[in-house]
Nanobody
């Protein structure tokens, strides 16, 4: 069974940091672009960040540029999202996903994790 398993979510105060991880199982996604999306209550799922298979290219939503950093470890088939200077507007369920196509539309992504909750208290 193919799975993407996120971890690292939680509750943090505004200004704090969290590091999300997403590990693949059931098959390898080492040659796939990997991305992070988020969805807050009552809002559509939105793009956060993506990284090419070799890590050479990264993309970020304007709202997280300078605060979030995406990285990957292909030996572990894992992608990370380091989130610093968190603000209440960052609160959402965060999903990792993979695509053999291009960043950054959700419809381009083939496999999705179950999501991890991030809560930011003010």
């Amino acid at each position: 069974q193919v799975q993407l398993i996120e971890s690292g979510g939680g509750v943090v105060q505004a200004g704090g940091s969290l590091r999300l991880s997403c590990a693949a199982s059931g098959r390898t996604f080492r040659t796939y672009t990997k991305g992070w999306f988020r969805q807050a209550p009552g809002k559509e799922r939105e793009f956060v960040s993506a990284i090419s298979w070799n890590g050479y290219r990264t993309d970020y939503a304007d709202s997280v540029k300078g605060r979030f950093t995406i990285s990957r470890d292909n030996a572990k088939d894992t992608v990370y999202l380091q989130m610093n200077s968190l603000i209440p507007e960052d609160a959402a369920i965060y999903y990792c996903a993979t695509t053999s196509s291009a960043c950054c539309q959700p419809s381009n992504y083939d496999y999705w994790g179950q999501g991890t909750q991030v809560t930011v208290s003010s």
